[in-house]
T-cell receptor, first 111, second 111 residues
Framework: NAGVTQTPKFQVLKTGQSMTLQCAQDMNHNSMYWYRQDPGMGLRLIYYSASEGTTDKGEVPNGYNVSRLNKREFSLRLESAAPSQTSVYFC??????????FGNGTRLTVT | QKEVEQNSGPLSVPEGAIASLNCTYSDRGSQSFFWYRQYSGKSPELIMSIYSNGDKEDGRFTAQLNKASQYVSLLIRDSQPSDSATYLCAVNESGGFKTIFGAGTRLFVKA
């Protein structure tokens, strides 16, 4: 029972490079979310998708784009990475409403 | 900006004692409240949900909600060293899908 799967687990980028973080859930959940977690700041919502075909901005969307590819998959793209985007990124899903089920996270370092 | 406030700690308690974790929130219309536990380097995991005023008990954990005071708490009875973790308070935004997290309280249980 995989739950929420994120790839990659670790990534190092140079400033200006782009990358896509992948997330997939096998729980038939409607809603999916991307959070970032920085020391002392808790989890901050980047983007969310309440249902397949819809996406909305969260608290800190600048510098990111998302795609809800289908009901299972929700990807996060950094078009031009900046050191301020160094963080741990968590994908989560919910039935439609919380509580959230989290993936194992992606540790991203931008140099 | 809707907020969830927690004391960052660390909160240190001896093994067998009661640990009390507190949280306040700003969105008066919120109806759903959660406590997540996060071990170092791991993803958050749900330990308690509470939706109505009063107490909700689950094993050694008791969540308390007071909507009039906009206050949520978590009590951990008979604390164990394995309870040492960061505890995140989370509040579902009224009328929406967004979950807002506090910065977390670090708990240390001393053997």
């Amino acid at each position: 029972n995989a739950g929420v799967t994120q790839t990659p687990k670790f990534q190092v980028l140079k400033t200006g490079q782009s990358m896509t973080l992948q997330c997939a859930q096998d729980m038939n959940h409607n809603s999916m979310y991307w959070y970032r977690q920085d020391p002392g700041m808790g989890l901050r919502l980047i983007y969310y998708s309440a249902s397949e075909g819809t996406t909305d901005k969260g608290e800190v969307p600048n510098g990111y784009n998302v795609s809800r590819l289908n009901k299972r998959e929700f990807s996060l793209r950094l078009e031009s990475a900046a050191p301020s985007q160094t963080s741990v990124y968590f994908c989560a899903s919910s039935p439609p409403n919380p509580p959230l089920h989290f993936g194992n996270g992606t540790r991203l370092t931008v140099t | 900006q809707k907020e969830v406030e927690q004391n960052s700690g660390p909160l240190s308690v001896p093994e067998g004692a009661i640990a009390s974790l507190n949280c306040t929130y700003s969105d008066r219309g919120s109806q759903s409240f959660f406590w997540y536990r996060q071990y170092s380097g791991k993803s958050p995991e749900l330990i308690m949900s509470i939706y109505s005023n009063g107490d909700k008990e689950d094993g050694r954990f008791t969540a308390q909600l007071n909507k009039a005071s906009q206050y949520v708490s978590l009590l951990i009875r008979d604390s164990q060293p394995s309870d040492s973790a960061t505890y995140l308070c989370a509040v579902n935004e009224s009328g929406g899908f967004k979950t807002i997290f506090g910065a977390g309280t670090r708990l240390f249980v001393k053997a």
